[in-house]
């Protein structure tokens, strides 16, 4: 008897399971799309993906922008809302809290929805997954071979970093393009040193406007041409016997600007009248007030908020006090659109039983009070509202005031503005990272990132609604609010750098490791430089050999 071949039993088995298979019916091709679309809405997420591999008639209805627009908002905008406080006794519907195509609540986030198709739910929903579990790709941008002298400034908005300091001038790049330059402008020979940075808060995909602080008091307005690629000087203010520009803040058309003798000045421009043009000079501006502060420390930072018919102008700083170190406080000036001021207003998170290091001797601080013990689980004490060291980070955008320590922790404040009162709540400690902290940037939904001076170690937090609930303090004392940043594949940023990913994914990658993977001299250092979009975040790091580079991590 003839043997037969391996390979024809094989074949056997193949057209018996074709047959097998033309047997079963194809229910579900059968359905109309609608019908799916409907069947696919009730599987979770890994599902969904899995149901993408199976044809291109599945890849293309389980990448429906509906139904990730659904998840995306299931996931992160109905908790937000949930967390916000107060929110159930606002009046708001039930309702309104669950997804509808047409009826949801999107909160600060419909502009998503206003872009219509524009949107990529199903990227939009990846984004926000890897911000919440810390996973993200790390590249690098060699910025400069020798050091700063003063350290260079950054800031980022909408996808745009933006770089100053002494040697190069004024730089930007997109974060979208990685290592590609937008536009570069030296300062002019004769200039001081940059002292301060700030970018226009609103939004424009066009032109973002830069307001550039010197060490002489002087400060320049310039304007980027985001599709033209150039920078344009608006307008140079001439320098000041008040001292350097140490910060500085820009809702054009109004400029704040501290200097380090403790003058806060706001101006007004006036807007051109001939808009066709784009390098058109600006007006000198308006000095609307200047006030003197005797107690105002760095670190600190402005902030400009417009409103309807007034204009809010808040300072945020450390503040020295006795007995318990340091702690932070808000003075905030309400002005009318024309520049009059209707109130100066201040506070601090000073607890009754301290006073502050600056204070009038005719009008002494009252007697304090006996302490109480707090009950156990109670996160707002009074130990958290003093900072015994000196911060080394401040970052406030309202309501939230973020300052890092030394110590390895931060402390998160929130500030509350009405007409009738300004007030710092007491300060609640956040734990999470192994060594001194250098930075910390805080964004206006409660997201933040903070690094460690070495800047092996970034941490994500979700500070949105602070810790008036009790999840919310649970989440608190369980650890919970913070991820550590941990990259994917690191990549290259020359070809001579590329390197196996093999050995980091065996042991576990984590930042140090990543960065150590990559090339990046782990024991570089960073200066608090931070800045972050919806997608990525930027840090300036500097070697100990001088050179600089951005360090960008990337959660699409």
Known sequence: MVKRRASDALEDEERSIKRLQQNKPDRLSRLSHELTLRVLSFLPVPDLITCQSVSQHFHRLAGDSQLWKALYYNRFVRPRASRIPGINESGVPAESLWYSSKLSRWLDEDNLVRRGKETNWKRQYKTRHNWTKGTCG?????????????????????????????????????????????????????????????????????????????????????????????????????????????????????????????????????????????DTNLEPP????????????????????????????????????YLSGWTVGIQEMRLTLDGTLIESRL??????????????ASNPPPTPTPQTIPPFGHFNTSEANQIHSKPTSLSYSHPYLLVSHPDNTLTLYLVSSTTDSLKISPGNRLWGHTSSVSGAHVGGRGKAVSVSTRGDELRVWELEGGFASASARRRLAAGELSVQLRPEKPSSSS??????????????????????????????????????????????????????????????
């Open 138 to 278: 790390v590249s690098e941008v060699p910025v400069s071979p020798e050091p700063s002298v003063p350290p260079t400034l950054l800031q980022m908005h909408d996808g745009i970093i933006v770089m100053a300091d002494n040697l190069h001038g004024l730089r930007a790049w997109s974060s979208q393009s990685g290592r590609d330059m937008l536009a570069t402008m030296t300062f002019p020979a004769k200039a001081s040193p940059p002292s301060a940075l700030t970018v226009d808060s609103a939004p424009s995909s066009s032109t973002v406007t830069i307001a550039v602080g010197f060490q002489d008091g002087s400060f320049t307005i310039y304007d980027l041409h985001v599709f033209q690629c150039r920078f344009v000087s608006r307008y140079s203010h001439e320098p000041s016997s008040n001292g350097l520009v140490s910060a500085a803040a820009l809702s054009f058309p109004y400029l704040a600007t501290m200097t380090a003798s403790q003058l806060l000045s706001f101006y007004k421009f006036t807007p051109t009248e001939d808009e066709a043009s784009e």
């Open 286 to 321: 308006r000095l609307l007030q200047s006030l003197h502060s005797r107690t105002v420390w760095p670190p600190l930072t402005l902030s400009i908020r417009p409103q309807t018919d007034t204009v809010l102008v808040s300072i945020a700083y450390s503040l020295p006090t």
């Open 347 to 360: 506070t601090s998170a000073i607890d009754q039983n301290y006073r502050p290091l600056t204070f009038n």
């Open 495 to 556: 070809p001579e750098e590329d390197t196996s990913t093999s050995l980091s994914k065996a042991r576990g990658i984590g930042l140090g490791a990543a960065l150590k993977d990559k090339g990046i001299d782990e024991t570089s250092m960073t200066r608090g430089f931070i800045g972050f979009d919806d997608e990525k975040v930027v840090v300036l790091r500097e070697r100990h050999c001088g050179n600089q580079a951005l360090v960008i991590y990337d959660f699409t």
